[in-house]
C-alpha cells in the first residue's frame, strides 16, 4: 500500500505532526530507552522525511542516543516521535494518530530486549537489537561470509 497523509496529535492538541506513513505497518520497539521513555513498547508508524511539526512552542526534543532524538510535548508530557539527527528517518507514535483504520502491526525491534511478562498475539517479523544494527553496518563492517 502506498503512503498516506495522515496527522497526528498529542493529548492537549499542542503539538500536531502531518506526516507521509507507511499506514498499514505499525513497527514495535521494545529497547530499554523506548520503553522508559513511552512507559510501554514504542508502537510507530514509519514516515517519509516530509513530516510538518505545528505547535512547536510545545515541542520538547531529547537527544538519547549519538544518532536519535525523541519528540515530545512539554505541556501534556505525549510522547510523539523518534527521529534521526539528521531528521531523515521519523518513526511517529501510533497511538498519536486518530484514525488508522485497518493498520497492523509488522514488526518488532529489539526483540531480545523485551521483558518475558508480556507478549503479543501478532504473527510478525521480529529482530534483536543486533540483526537491527546490522541493516545499518556499513559494508567494510560486515563479517565476510
Not at 41 to 67: C, N, Q, R
Not at 70 to 84: K, M
Not at 89 to 117: E, R, V
Amino acid at each position: 500500500m502506498a503512503n498516506r497523509r495522515l496527522q497526528a496529535k498529542c493529548l492537549c492538541g499542542g503539538v500536531r505532526i502531518d506526516a507521509d506513513v507507511e499506514p498499514q505497518a505499525i513497527g514495535v520497539c521494545h529497547c530499554d530507552i523506548c520503553r522508559r521513555w513511552a512507559s510501554a513498547p514504542f508502537m510507530a508508524l514509519k514516515a517519509s522525511d516530509t513530516v510538518v511539526l505545528s505547535g512547536t512552542d510545545s515541542l520538547g526534543i531529547y537527544e538519547s542516543s549519538a544518532w536519535g532524538e525523541r519528540g515530545f510535548c512539554n505541556r501534556c508530557g505525549t510522547s510523539l516521535f523518534w527521529r534521526s539527527k539528521d531528521a531523515g528517518h521519523y518513526a511517529i507514535s501510533a497511538m498519536a494518530f486518530d484514525d488508522l483504520g485497518d493498520a497492523a502491526m509488522s514488526d518488532q525491534i529489539f526483540i531480545d530486549s523485551k521483558p518475558a511478562w508480556y507478549a503479543f498475539a501478532n504473527e510478525t517479523k521480529t529482530m534483536t537489537g543486533a540483526e537491527f544494527f546490522a541493516q545499518f553496518a556499513s559494508e567494510e563492517d560486515k563479517p565476510n561470509g
